[in-house]
Each structure stands twice: as structure tokens, then as C-alpha cells.
């Protein structure tokens, strides 16, 4: 059975008109770029994992935020970068990546 996660990231992708993926890594491809999908559900920020993210600058990927409302927000992951600032990335044994955070106030506020 899939996930409620999976299920919604689908759903976003292709309401963008793009393609979900199923290999673990970034959630699909956009007129062929990666995207990544990240959404609010328990917890009031969006976890960003190094790794995706890197990937996603090189090969001009973007992310689709989705808020506890369900509105979609598409940002290219260069201007992600700019949002998360310089500081440092996370680290913890539970989830095993290098991970940042970014609030929805950040990416529904900005223009």
C-alpha cells in the first residue's frame, strides 16, 4: 500500500503536468528537470535533504511546497537556496541525512 506521502506527491506532480517517479531519490521530472515535493503535515516546516537538494541546483530542478491547506507552490531550487540562507545543515541519527528546514511563511511569502 502506498503512503499518504507518495499518493500526494504523485498528485501534485502531475497536476503540474509532470512525471512521478518511483526510484528512490527526487519525486519526478518536470519538461524533463527534477522536482521534489515537500509538503506540512505534522510538523510546521519542510525538511530539505543536502543531497536532493544538491542534485536538484545541478541539474536545475525545482520544488513543489504543499502547505496544511493543500495550496502548491513551485520554486526553482537556486531560489530555495537563497530562502535557506548560509547556515549550517542538520544532522541527526534518527533520519541519517544532512537536512535544512524552511517554514511555509518563507515560501508562500515571498513574491
Known amino acids: 500500500m502506498k503512503s499518504w506521502h507518495t499518493i500526494q506527491e504523485r498528485k501534485v506532480i502531475r497536476k503540474y503536468h509532470g512525471k512521478p517517479?518511483?526510484?528512490y531519490g527526487y519525486?519526478?521530472?518536470?519538461?524533463?528537470r527534477p522536482v521534489e515535493v515537500r509538503s506540512v503535515r505534522e510538523d510546521s516546516r519542510y525538511r530539505l535533504q543536502k543531497n536532493i537538494h544538491r542534485y536538484?541546483?545541478?541539474k536545475n530542478g525545482s520544488?513543489?511546497?504543499?502547505?496544511?491547506?493543500g495550496r502548491t507552490k513551485r520554486i526553482s531550487a537556486k531560489k530555495v537556496s537563497g530562502?535557506?540562507?548560509?547556515?549550517?545543515?542538520?544532522?541527526?541519527?534518527?533520519?541519517?541525512?544532512?537536512h535544512r528546514f524552511l517554514t511555509p511563511k518563507k515560501v508562500f511569502n515571498r513574491r
Do not use: C
Request: charged fraction near 30%; aromatic fraction near 18%; proline fraction near 0%.
Open 21 to 23: 517517479l518511483v526510484k
Open 27 to 32: 519525486d519526478g521530472l518536470l519538461n524533463g
Open 56 to 58: 536538484l541546483i545541478r
Open 63 to 69: 520544488y513543489i511546497f504543499v502547505n496544511k491547506r
Open 83 to 98: 530562502l535557506l540562507g548560509n547556515g549550517n545543515w542538520f544532522f541527526d541519527r534518527k533520519h541519517k541525512y544532512d
